[in-house]
């Protein structure tokens, strides 16, 4: 069981990104896939999901209205599309693997690498 983040990158406030979760050894369509984050600092932080048996997603009110999550099944990806970037985006993003929708970091793991976003002028 695999998972990676990629697509970080340093970006100027009001930029977008659209980072991606690529996974591999399992059945992507029996899982959720949870999107954290972790500033230098801080303790990692839930900030959506997506359930692939159904589609649903959701995302935190720290970022609901900015960020989008979405899959491509076929390519065993899903996507953390941001928008409307802020400095306070500032992280390293991680994908784990999850059973149920939660903004709890224990309730998924394994984890992929993280990627760094860097929102600064």
């Known amino acids: 069981v695999q998972l990676q983040a990629s697509g970080g990158g340093l970006v100027q406030p009001g930029s977008s990104l659209r980072l991606s979760c690529t996974t591999s050894g399992f059945t992507l369509d029996y899982y959720v896939i949870g999107w954290f984050r972790q500033a230098p600092g801080k303790e990692r932080e839930g900030i959506g999901c997506i359930n692939n048996r159904d589609g649903r997603t959701s995302v935190s009110d720290s970022v609901k209205g900015r960020f989008a999550i979405s899959r491509d099944n076929a390519k065993n990806t899903v996507y953390l599309q941001m928008n409307s970037l802020k400095p306070e985006d500032t992280a390293v993003y991680y994908c784990?693997?999850?059973?149920?929708?939660?903004?709890?970091?224990?309730?998924?793991?394994?984890w992929g690498q993280g990627t760094q976003v860097t929102v600064s002028s």
């Open positions: 784990g693997r999850g059973n149920f929708c939660s903004y709890n970091g224990p309730d998924f793991g394994p």
